[in-house]
Structure formats: C-alpha cells, structure tokens
C-alpha cells in the first residue's frame, strides 16, 4: 500500500512523498536522504508516540494520506570541487619533477635537494650528493651525538662529522637547494688546503682529496668498541673497506711474504693502452715493485708528470653499469663465491620464467660462511662473504658517479650523477665502495640494488637523467668524464 504525504526539514517542504508501507521505516529514510543529503542516522522524524524507528510497524502509527511530518537533523557537507585541477608531472616546475619520482624522505633513499656554490666549491658539493645516497651511512651519522666524541679524536674531527649529520638531515628535508655553510667552515679549518685562496678569491680544489679527507674523518669518528674484539669497528670500514692480500716475491732469493691490507678506495690505472675500467683495475692489482720503481726513475729524469695527467683526462676508458670482481678474487675467494653466485643466477632465472632444475647431489658447493674479521684475499673487506643471511656475490651495480669536465683535477667542474632508488623495503648489509679516480680512475662499492631513476646534482640544480647519459661519461672529449664511480654489491 502506497500512501503520499509531505515532510517539512528545516525551512523546506517537501510535497508528495510516497511511503511504500509494505517496507520498513528505514527505506523511507533512505529516501530523504535522496532529497534532504541527512544521513539515516542522523534524522529524527515526529510521529505519533514519539520518534520514527527504523523497524517501526506502519499500522500502528497511524499514517494518513496528505498528512505532513516533521523532519530534524543535519546534512553532510556539500563535497565542492576542487579549486584547482589535476597537474601533470611534465607540468611541473623541474625540481618538483625531482621529488616525485624519489620516495618519501623516512625511507632513507636518495634526496632531491641540490647544494648552493660557496665560490668554487663544486667539488664538495658533488662528494656529499654522492655520500648521501648511502642510507647505512646516514643512519651511522645519524646515531652520532654532539657529547659522542671519544678521547682519540680531536675537535674539528668531532664537529665536522656533527656538520656532515646534519647537512644529510637538512637534504632529506627539503626540497629547495641548501648552503653548506657550517660544513664548509668547519672542513676549511680541518684541512686548510680547502681554504686556498688566489686573487682574493677561494681555488677550485680536487674532489678527490675532499672526497678521502672526509672518509677519513668519518673512519676515524664512528666507531664502535666490540666486546669480542680489541680492535674498534667502524661504520666506514664496513661499507668502503676493500681488503686484500698484497704478495711481495723476491726473484733473486725466491722468498715471498704475504700482507693484509684494507683500503677505502682502489684506483684504476689509466694509459694509452687501458680503455676500460676492468683493464685497469686488473693492472694496478698486478703490478711489480720494478715497475713502480722505473717509474719513479723517469720521474726523476724531468718527465712532464703535469702534462701526463692533464692527457689522462681525455683519454677514454669505459666503465660498466654492472662489475664483476670474481677476476679478481683469489682461487679460495672463488670457491667461496661460487654458492652465493649460483643461487644470484637461479633468482635471476626465476625472474626470466626459466625453470631452474635443482640436483641436490651433484655439484653442491656448501654455503660460504665467514667468522667477523678473517681474511678474505683479494678484492673483498674483511668479513663480509656472510653476515647473518646476507652474502655477496661479487657482482656490482652503479649507483653513483662523480664526474670532471675541465682541464687538470684542480680546475673545471664536478658534478654528481646518482641513482635513486624506487623499489620497497632496503636490505641493510656490508658494502662495499670502491672509489675510482683519474688519472688512476675511483671505485666504490656497497648492499642491495635495485631499478631506479638518476639525478644529475649540478651544485643547486638536480635534473633527471636516463640511464643510457650515464655510459656516455667515459671520457675521450671536453664532455663530463668519470672521476670517481660508486658501485653497490648484489646480495643472495
């Protein structure tokens, strides 16, 4: 049965609404929130014997045909539309392009601030842009206090890592470019070579000598005392620290010894007849003591060492996007890789749709597990084959480069090229950062990489690149050149 009414809400009168009393109240409901936007729950609605329930029986509330009822209650909020319309990312202004395609600042990945020239100082500002995109880093800085200084290290040390933590902290929270004023100061009055000035102006300086006075720092102020050992870790050693075994053979007697050694960096020796980065490498490893000394004897001859390096600038030598180092491990460092490497290949089928057949017999090799601070042999830091479920492979990717465009190291201009990472969660593990640098060409290495976008960091103006720009960088003209590449270890 179908009975008309109207309803009054407010200063409104709705004429001829029908009530279908064969429903229940809460379907009429529903019909003045059609006309009124007052939810269900909200409306309170008069009729005989009180207010209407939404179960209520329509016989007994005496509903007359033409009657009118009163209706309280308040209405939803009118959506509006928007005030401005939809934006398109080729529509923004550039830097903003360079925040959204990086992720949210608490992931710990990449940045999108660029940093102001001070007056020469490009060769500072492409080391930290680089050393920023290191999240382990960032978070041993970040655990760094200002009452964190220990007796060994002295006060410039000390403030200068302070300078570093927050400069990283003040690049993740913003957007528009940032003055490394207080860094700076500080480096300048730690190492005085920065501060050289010509004309009343400061000098360009060499991005490489920041770049190792800076590790050097760092090394020496985030350190952490092991219980189980004498010797203090540190947060730098552990992400840059390359150990190998140096072998010194004597000819004539045919006695040999063995020397461990750890460094941050390894240099690629660059020559008319090295024109890529694995050549080089391989070379400065295999080198002979007489051949440092020939050397250091045509140097003594008057030879035009100024020359030779400004050439070493032009000469082209080529680097990969992914670096294997399994050449230049030794036979036991092999066996050792062999396990991680193989379950990286059968991760990588998966991915590809191959089927991988699992023999269970038949050429196992046994996982590689490494005790903390044993010797690895060539090529890799100590103690970093294995740390928890983690274990590298000995393959690497780039992930940032610092490139030159001038004449010799000491003019022209640095910037950083840096991949920003795009994927999920990030895997915290030992890296490895081999720094590479003309005229001997820098290498770095560090954990987990994944497909990403790269950020030209041209002092306070990032731009984003394609990847296909960054192997265009291998020198052999007045083009920006490879200085100093970083490269991130793969991990099973």
Not at 248 to 269: I, P, Q, R, T
Not at 319 to 335: A, G, H, I, T
Request: glycine fraction near 6%; proline fraction near 4%; charged fraction near 25%.
């Amino acid at each position: 049965m179908t009975v008309v009414f109207s309803v009054k809400w407010q200063k409104e009168v709705f004429q001829a609404v029908e009530i279908d009393t064969s429903q229940p109240p809460l379907v009429f409901k529903c019909q003045l929130y059609a006309l009124t936007g007052v939810p269900p729950e909200r409306q309170k609605i008069m009729v005989k014997g009180g207010l209407l329930k939404d179960d209520a029986d329509w016989a007994t509330l005496g509903i007359k045909e033409g009657q009118k009822l009163m209706m309280m209650g308040t209405a939803d909020e009118i959506v509006k539309a928007p005030e401005k319309g939809p934006v398109f990312m080729e529509d923004l202004p550039e830097e903003e392009q360079v925040v959204a395609v990086m992720p949210a600042p608490e992931c710990s990945y990449g940045h999108s601030a660029g940093l102001y020239n001070l007056g020469n100082t490009c060769y500072m500002n492409s080391t930290l842009q680089c050393l920023h995109s290191v999240p382990e880093l960032k978070s041993a800085l970040l655990s760094y206090t200002n009452s964190g200084r220990n007796t060994e290290l002295d006060q410039y040390s000390h403030l200068l890592t302070v300078a570093t933590r927050d400069l990283f902290s003040e690049l993740d929270k913003n957007v528009k470019p940032v003055a490394p004023l207080q860094f700076l100061s500080i480096l300048r009055k730690k190492y005085p070579q920065f501060a050289q000035q010509h004309n009343g102006s400061y000098m360009q300086q060499d991005a490489e000598e920041c770049w190792t006075q800076l590790m050097y720092t760092l090394s020496q102020s985030l350190r952490s005392t092991d219980s189980d050992s004498s010797e203090a870790l540190t947060a730098v050693k552990t992400l840059f620290g390359i150990g190998f075994v140096n072998r010194v053979f004597c000819a004539e007697s045919g006695e040999e010894s063995f020397e461990n050694e750890s460094v941050y960096a390894l240099k690629c020796h660059i020559s008319q007849e090295i024109n890529h980065l694995h050549e080089g490498l391989k070379c400065v490893l295999n080198r002979s003591i007489c051949s440092l000394l020939l050397e250091k004897r045509d140097k003594s001859k008057g030879e035009d060492i100024e020359g030779n390096m400004q050439h070493s600038f032009f000469n082209k030598v080529d680097y990969p996007l992914e670096l294997d180092v399994y050449d230049f491990c030794s036979d036991e460092l092999r066996q050792k890789l062999q396990a991680p490497r193989q379950a990286l290949r059968e991760l990588e089928d998966v991915k590809l749709g191959i089927k991988v057949e699992n023999n269970k017999k038949e050429n196992k090799v046994d996982a590689p597990k490494l005790k903390e601070g044993s010797s690895n042999e060539i090529g890799e830091p100590s103690g970093v084959i294995e740390r928890g479920k983690v274990q590298l492979t000995g393959i690497y990717d780039l992930v940032a480069v610092l490139t030159h465009k001038g004449r010799s190291a000491d003019s022209g201009h640095y910037v950083a090229w840096v991949k920003q990472d795009t994927g999920a969660s990030f895997k915290p593990t030992s890296s490895l950062f081999w720094h590479i640098y003309l005229p001997f060409f820098n290498l770095i290495i560090h954990g987990e990489t994944r497909t990403g976008k790269w950020i030209l960091f041209d002092d306070d103006n990032p731009s984003t690149q394609r990847e296909e720009d960054i192997t265009k960088l291998s020198g052999g003209g007045d083009w920006h050149m490879a200085y100093i590449c970083m490269y991130k270890a793969r991990v099973v």
